[in-house]
């Protein structure tokens, strides 16, 4: 396959098909009938000055970011095979100059409002601008914005393969 994914798709791979179809409901190491429910505890050593994980410096709670959901999820089973999780279709340019998100209707914020792409567009800003040096060095090269309801990342380095892992 291209490296272009298909208009609308619903994941995107570099390196050829994707394993799993648009109606997938779990990846096939995932097994949906596990039972639910129950405490998990977690013990760290350490103190924590803040529960923003957008900004730094600052010592966020360990795991706190597992609270929130990526635009695409890698497939574990696979090798470089991005799905959508906030995101329902990705398109990728050839070039991997730009990337285009439609979220999913499904995709809300814990209190049922909508995530839209401003949210999104505004996050990556954020992290951008005074996250972790993490971020601000993987989002150097991209520019994020809300457009027409989708999300749009332009890329700086056309040819970066690692653009849709790093989303």
């Known amino acids: 396959?291209?490296?272009?994914?298909?208009?609308g798709a619903h994941g995107f791979s570099p390196l050829g098909a994707l394993r799993y179809g648009a109606d997938f409901s779990h990846f096939d190491y995932?097994?949906?009938?596990?039972?639910?429910?129950g405490t998990l505890r977690?013990?760290?050593?350490?103190?924590?000055?803040?529960?923003?994980?957008?900004?730094?410096?600052?010592?966020?709670?360990?795991?706190?970011r597992l609270?929130?959901?990526?635009?695409?999820?890698?497939s574990e089973d696979e090798p470089a095979s991005y799905y959508g999780l906030l995101a329902g279709t990705i398109d990728v340019a050839p070039d991997y100059s730009?990337?285009?998100?439609?979220?999913r209707e499904a995709a809300r914020w814990h209190d049922g409002r909508p995530?839209?792409?401003?949210?999104?567009?505004?996050?990556?800003?954020?992290?951008k601008e005074g996250g972790?040096?993490?971020?601000?060095?993987?989002?150097?090269?991209?520019?994020v914005s809300a457009e027409a309801g989708?999300?749009?990342?332009?890329?700086?380095?056309?040819?970066?393969?690692?653009?849709?892992?790093?989303?």
């Open 1 to 7: 396959r291209a490296a272009a994914a298909a208009p």
């Open 150 to 167: 989708r999300v749009v990342v332009r890329n700086a380095r056309p040819g970066d393969r690692d653009i849709v892992r790093r989303l």
């Open 67 to 74: 609270i929130y959901d990526r635009l695409v999820v890698e």
């Open 132 to 143: 972790a040096p993490y971020y601000r060095q993987a989002f150097r090269p991209l520019t």
């Open 115 to 127: 995530v839209t792409a401003e949210d999104v567009a505004f996050t990556f800003a954020r992290l």
């Open 30 to 37: 995932v097994d949906p009938a596990a039972p639910k429910g």
């Open 98 to 103: 730009e990337v285009v998100f439609t979220l």
């Open 42 to 64: 977690l013990i760290r050593i350490g103190a924590f000055g803040t529960l923003d994980t957008l900004n730094y410096p600052g010592r966020p709670a360990d795991d706190v």
